[in-house]
Nanobody, 119 residues
Framework: QVQLVESGGGLVQAGGSLRVSCAAS????????MGWYRQRPGAQREFVAL???????NYADSVRGRFTISRDNAKNTVYLQMNSLKPEDTAVYYC?????????????WGKGTQVTVSS
């Protein structure tokens, strides 16, 4: 099993910045893609950003140009740098990691970290 632990969430004013992190540990053979999803109050979980093992990043339209995803493969960690934050960015941010073995590909979710942006 693989465990994902998010950190770095908190309260920030509109226009400010925050960086959340996610560290993977456990029975890891290799990690493919790593990413972030979020769930805003009263809404379904939505895609935010994804980064492949080779470093190619993809972003939701709502965050493109403001957020930057990165990863440290040696530490099995993915980061999300959030700039120019807006109140509508308020959500629980969940880390997603896809691992692979010689048998199968498996997806894992973190428990989430709260990000609150005040106006």
């Amino acid at each position: 099993q693989v465990q994902l632990v998010e950190s770095g969430g908190g309260l920030v004013q509109a226009g400010g910045s925050l960086r959340v992190s996610c560290a993977a540990s456990g029975s890891i053979f290799t990690i493919n893609a790593m990413g972030w999803y979020r769930q805003r109050p009263g809404a379904q979980r939505e895609f935010v950003a994804l980064i492949t093992k080779s470093g190619t990043a993809n972003y939701a339209d709502s965050v493109r140009g403001r957020f930057t995803i990165s990863r440290d493969n040696a530490k099995n960690t993915v980061y999300l740098q959030m700039n120019s934050l807006k109140p509508e960015d308020t959500a629980v941010y969940y880390c997603y990691t896809e691992t692979a073995s010689t048998i199968r590909t498996t997806g894992y979710w973190g428990k989430g970290t709260q990000v609150t942006v005040s106006s």
